[in-house]
């Protein structure tokens, strides 16, 4: 499980992106961060990844602390960005090979991940392409098959539908849910409703830094819309 317990953040002094954040993501379940743009979900992500430094808080995930055991708090976690141009200049195997050297997986078992997600993504054809010739849509099939190699306890995504064509929205769903098969939990962001109510188990409605409200879904029906829940609790 991760536990954010009080996360804080200033990029700039007095002003505040996240205040106090504090919330789960239990093993077994998919988490929503859902809020509008500027909300601080994307420094959230950051902070829980290791990207940017913890001026406040605490985050575990199972036993390990990112602050006391960051390796092995680390080596659990694997991420889809936003964001590709840092590897721009890598061809789309090169890629998938850096990213399986990054987390230590063999040979042999990085080819029977990604060879079934290559398939389903039909990205075979553009693996031998520089990245930066790709279309924003084909680097995010590319990123979220990479980001899938060492089996991660915790798969953390940044508005990861972004420029994806429909059959690619509908493949990724699937595998967001096919996460709680084996224990696994998903953190992703969006601020579009309908993915959030479709996909998740519980989301987090996150305003002005921090968390206004976290709704379950599924096992318990709401009786009202998650829109009409959201509206009421960011005015």
């Not at 509008?36 to 950051?46: E, S």
């Not at 602390?65 to 659990?76: E, F, G, I, M, N």
């Not at 924003?136 to 064509?165: C, F, R, Y």
């Not at 519980?202 to 968390?211: C, D, E, H, L, P």
Request: proline share 4%.
């Amino acid at each position: 499980m991760l536990q954010v317990s009080n996360l804080s953040f200033h990029y700039q002094p007095n002003v505040p992106v996240l205040t106090n954040l504090t919330f789960s993501v239990p093993d077994g379940e998919i988490v929503g961060l859902l809020g509008k743009n500027g909300v601080g979900k994307t420094t959230t992500l950051k902070l829980i990844l290791g990207l940017l430094p913890i001026e406040k808080g605490t985050l575990t995930l199972e036993k390990y602390s990112l602050d006391t055991h960051p390796l092995q708090y680390k080596k659990r976690i694997n991420y889809v960005s936003d964001n590709h141009e840092i590897y721009n200049n890598l061809t789309g195997k090169e890629y998938l090979n850096f990213i399986a050297d990054m987390y230590e997986v063999s040979t042999e078992t990085r080819t029977k991940i990604y060879a079934p997600l290559i398939k389903v993504f039909q990205v075979e054809k553009y693996l031998n392409q520089p990245i930066k010739k790709l279309s924003h849509g084909t680097k995010q099939k590319i990123a979220i098959i990479s980001s899938l190699v060492n089996d991660p306890q915790l798969w953390v995504l940044d508005e990861p539908m972004t420029g994806l064509d429909v059959e690619a929205v509908q493949a990724l769903k699937k595998l967001i849910k096919s996460r709680k098969d084996s224990q696994k939990s998903v953190l992703f962001s969006s601020h579009i409703l309908e993915i959030c109510e479709k996909v998740c188990d519980k989301v987090a409605i996150m305003q002005s830094g921090t968390i206004k409200k976290t709704i379950t879904l599924h096992e318990n029906p709401l009786n009202i819309t998650l829109e009409d829940i959201y509206i009421e609790s960011v005015t």
